[in-house]
């Protein structure tokens, strides 16, 4: 089955305390990307990654680091968390080119304490 | 991406027709018009996109405006697993970052 997929999907950590949040896709996509979505702010994009080891940062890319070593995957790293990055976040894949389809994962819920 | 406004909210009776207006004024010749939606406690997923011509899927339906300002997303017949927000999104054909620029949605409840 075609997806993505994201781990873990609830996390609750303490400030400082270095996290990684992993995504996964097994559709060859050659674009990939974090989005964050927070009560009336909607869906913000964090950083995406155009192939391997191409990434670039999207509108709201404090506090986070990417890498993007292998085509399938592309973890979310945050090196000292904070309580304002408590939120949901959805990793999203598609083919090259702006006009395709994006596929979401579940998302991740982090809370921050 | 230019602005769309859409209704916060529609409700609808299951298996009737859903119409779901976005209005985009400011569109440019070369932006695509996009739906996605997000279930309950889920990722968003794509529904469907036009750039001019009216478009079906297996999903739903788009109809677009001759003057391309307005849209409307048709669910022929909703099932209470239609219940969710709708994004009515423009993309540019070289979107930077190939980002999709959310708005606040039109939440569709369906009552059986």
């Known amino acids: 089955e075609a997806q993505v997929t994201q781990n873990p999907r609830y996390l609750i950590t303490v400030t400082g305390k270095k996290l990684t949040v992993t995504c996964s896709q097994n559709?060859?996509?050659?674009?990939m990307s974090w989005y964050r979505q927070d009560p009336g702010l909607g869906l913000r994009q964090i950083y995406y990654?155009?192939?391997?080891?191409?990434?670039d940062k999207g509108d709201v890319p404090e506090g986070y680091k990417v890498s993007r070593k292998e085509k399938r995957n592309f973890p979310l790293i945050l090196e000292s968390p904070s309580p304002n990055q408590t939120s949901l976040y959805f990793c999203?894949?598609?083919?090259?080119?702006?006009?395709?389809?994006?596929?979401f994962g579940p998302g991740t819920r982090l809370t921050v304490l | 991406d230019a602005k769309t406004t859409q209704p916060n909210s529609m409700e609808s009776n299951e298996e009737e027709p859903v119409h779901l207006p976005c209005n985009h004024s400011?569109?440019?010749?070369?932006?695509?018009i996009h739906w996605y939606r997000q279930l309950p406690s889920q990722g968003p997923e794509y529904v469907i996109h036009?750039?001019?011509s009216n478009v079906n899927n297996r999903m739903a339906s788009l109809a677009i405006a001759e003057d391309r300002k307005s849209s409307t997303l048709i669910l022929h017949r909703a099932t209470l697993r239609d219940a969710a927000v709708y994004y009515c999104?423009?993309?540019?054909?070289?979107?930077?970052?190939?980002?999709?620029?959310f708005g606040g949605g039109t939440r569709v409840l369906v009552k059986p």
């Open positions: 400011t569109i440019s010749g070369t932006d695509y």
């Open positions: 559709m060859n996509h050659e674009y």
């Open positions: 999104i423009l993309r540019l054909i070289k979107a930077a970052g190939n980002k999709l620029t």
């Open positions: 999203a894949s598609s083919l090259q080119g702006s006009n395709n389809e994006q596929f």
């Open positions: 990654s155009m192939n391997v080891e191409v990434t």
């Open positions: 036009g750039l001019t």
